[in-house]
């Protein structure tokens, strides 16, 4: 006999087991450390405002992001970001992998402490996305 282990969220759907730790809704509350909303300075000229954002994990291992900015001083970009794909967690390390769709870009982080904030690494700088909904807090 094999038994799986799932979580059910309030809207049905059901969680693996490898996605039930990091499953559900988080907000963007930093951007390359700065609290939001905040701007900064890019490398190559130009600066962006970041309103805020969120990334949704679900339990079957996609994901989708949002990020809400505003490129100023000659600095271009798309606004909103906007990605989708698939993820995997590895609980070991608390290791995290977006993978996009369109694109195959990935993106690595982790969750970080007690708070179950994830921690994503944009071109070296750490963007933060704090718990909203987590699958196992949410049913």
């Known amino acids: 006999m094999v038994v799986v282990w ?4 309030s809207d049905g759907s059901v969680v693996a087991p490898e996605f039930a730790a990091v ?3 988080y907000a963007m509350t930093a951007a390359m450390g700065l609290p939001l909303p ?3 300075q890019l490398p190559g000229g130009g600066g962006v405002f970041v309103d805020g954002g969120a990334l949704t994990l ?11 900015q505003r490129f100023v001083q000659g600095a271009t970009g798309p606004s909103p970001l906007r990605s989708a794909g698939r993820y995997t967690y590895t609980p070991a390390d608390s ?3 977006l993978t996009a769709d ?3 870009q990935r993106l690595t982080g ?5 708070s179950g904030a994830i921690i994503l690494r944009v071109g070296g700088a ?4 704090s718990p909203h909904c987590r699958a196992s807090w949410c049913s």
């Open 95 to 97: 290791s995290l992998t």
């Open 6 to 9: 799932t979580t059910s969220c």
């Open 102 to 104: 369109s694109t195959q």
């Open 23 to 25: 499953a559900g809704a």
């Open 126 to 129: 750490p963007f933060t996305f």
């Open 110 to 114: 982790w969750v970080g402490g007690s």
């Open 58 to 68: 679900s339990g079957d291992g996609r994901y989708a992001l949002r990020v809400d």
């Open 38 to 40: 905040g701007g900064f």
